[in-house]
């Protein structure tokens, strides 16, 4: 079995909130890499974006990613965009069980509508709107989900628990 978990996917696909559980249900720590990096910083990735743009905070990223080669008994949620580190991500790939966590534009779109955290923490990837950014980030990333992952879930069609427990089943085999 192995001893990491990292859950990759889109805004508003369930990262965080399967994370929780699943640590908790494994006995694990969890981190949500987003608010690992916006703890070190002092502000939130908002403020990161705004002050020294998208290119600063996925140095960050990459730098606060990296801290987590060779940890164990973790689950981590890291943003969205971590997938774009393709050397780190090879490396927690293979010492770690990534799963996938998807799910269709509508439901991004209108997950990231009600959460409250959309504006303050989740500043636009382009000058898109949100459809158009969704769909445009999304066909960029697809490629880079599937490559590293070993198991895809769609969030849209399983509760919390549901898919907590596909993830449970998958690493025990």
């Known amino acids: 079995m192995k001893n990491k978990v990292i859950l990759i996917g889109y805004r508003a696909c369930g990262k ?3 994370g929780r559980e699943l640590a908790k249900r494994l006995n ?18 908002s403020e990161m974006v705004k002050t020294f743009g998208w290119e600063y905070f996925r140095k960050l990223e990459k730098e606060t990613l990296k801290e987590f080669v060779g940890k164990k008994e973790v689950v981590l949620a890291p943003g969205g965009g971590a997938v774009m580190h393709e050397d780190i991500m090879k490396e927690l ?4 069980f990534v799963v996938w966590l998807w799910a269709p534009v509508e439901v991004i779109i209108e997950r990231l509508e009600k959460d409250k955290k959309t504006n303050f923490q989740r500043p636009s990837l382009t000058n898109l709107g949100l459809k ?6 999304l066909k960029k990333r697809i490629p880079l989900y ?4 070993h198991l895809k879930i769609d969030t849209a069609s399983f509760s919390v628990e549901e ?7 998958s690493i025990k085999k």
């Open 163 to 169: 898919a907590v427990s596909q993830i449970l089943n």
């Open 16 to 18: 965080t909130t399967i």
């Open 28 to 45: 694990w720590e969890f981190f949500d890499l987003d608010d690992v990096i916006q703890k070190k910083e002092g502000k939130s990735i």
């Open 146 to 149: 599937e490559r590293f992952s």
């Open 132 to 137: 158009e950014e969704v769909e445009e980030v």
């Open 93 to 96: 790939k293979a010492e770690s």
